[in-house]
């Protein structure tokens, strides 16, 4: 199945909101080309993601959720970013590869999932021979996952909430968890969990580090005041996938400076009413921690609390990250840098 099979009366993603988008933008505020706002070496992700080398992230315009504590809200809701030509996207990937990612990190392309199938096949053509991560927020078709097959070999998805409530008045989708659900199960799978070692000498020591190949981690965020939902998730976790793939619990939860029109950022605050939009606790996290030791799970990252918003991105900059977090490759406005 080509794009235009998906695009046409758009069913990219589970929203299937039946829009033409080669005439005119879906829900996710897409049309039928890639558009991409930065790409660069990301050291933040999990450390089987990072491993010595970084992170070869490519982050896409536009989302088929609505998460309205969104840390990237500037390109997921608000359009930041470019089209890319299949032909650019690939040389991206190229040139990651080039200067040492350890892989190729598609984050938040699950309305672009057809369009991506091609920029990858593309850049295999080109000579692309690291492993794909698909990272998502878990909000995937399994009809869209199918044209992924052989050009990804890492997945990444979210699994925010199993609330229907929660994730209608958060993201604007109650059936997320149950989408979510499936989504990650159908994963698990179908791609075995493969970790290898990996050295690398550094100032005379030899490093050696652990990276993913295939399989799944599984990410959730704690959102705060929100302790039970988390417990209910990782039950879940535990029951279903535990043992078959990476579970990686964060602390990261920051309110975000957003800017906006008075409407959307009267919408963002109505939204938010629901959790409590602060840093999380010290309370918290002991008690998260005491959780996951309890569940005792096979293979899983807990972040360690961070109590700053200095990290949070701007994608209005070259360079959005902090440059201990990234080293941008390419921007939007600016090509490659």
């Known amino acids: 199945m080509n794009s235009s099979d998906l695009y046409s009366e758009c069913r990219a993603c589970p929203r299937n909101c039946g829009v033409n988008r080669f005439a005119s933008a879906g829900f996710c505020g897409e049309g039928s080309k890639i558009r991409v706002a930065v790409a660069c070496l990301h050291f933040g992700e999990e450390p089987l993601l990072t491993v010595h080398g970084g992170s070869g992230t490519i982050f896409l315009t536009g989302c088929n959720l609505r998460c309205a504590f969104c840390q990237n809200y500037q390109i997921s809701q ?63 078709s399994i009809e869209s996952l199918k044209m992924l097959d052989g050009l990804v070999s890492i997945y990444l998805p979210d699994l925010k909430t199993l609330s229907s409530d929660l994730s209608m008045k958060l993201c604007a989708s109650s059936d997320y968890p149950d989408v979510a659900r499936s989504a990650i199960e159908w994963l698990v799978e179908r791609n075995p969990l493969s970790i290898t070692e990996v050295s690398r000498e550094c100032d005379g020591k030899t490093v050696v580090k652990e990276k993913i190949e295939s399989g799944v981690i599984v990410r959730h965020l704690f959102l705060p005041g929100r302790f039970v939902e988390t417990a209910d998730v990782l039950e879940w976790l535990k029951h279903k996938i535990d043992g078959k793939a990476v579970i990686s619990l964060m602390s990261q939860y920051t309110p975000v400076p957003f800017k906006g029109s008075d409407e959307e950022l009267e919408r963002r605050k109505r939204a ?41 991105p701007d994608f209005g900059r070259t360079q959005p990250f902090s440059y201990k977090l990234a080293r941008p490759v390419w921007h939007w406005r600016d090509g490659f840098v």
């Open 78 to 140: 608000q359009g930041m970013g470019r089209d890319v030509s299949v032909g650019e996207f690939a040389e991206i990937c190229i040139r990651l590869q080039e200067i040492g990612a350890e892989n190729i990190n598609i984050v938040t392309g699950s309305h672009h999932a057809p369009a991506v199938a091609e920029g990858l096949f593309e850049a295999r053509k080109r000579g692309l021979t690291l492993p794909v991560c698909w990272n998502s927020s878990g909000y995937d």
């Open 272 to 312: 938010l009413s629901v959790i409590e939009n602060r840093l999380v606790s010290s309370t918290e996290d002991s008690d998260l921690r005491d959780l996951i030791d309890a569940y005792d799970f096979d293979y899983l990252f807990y972040q360690e609390l961070c109590p700053d918003t200095e990290w949070l």
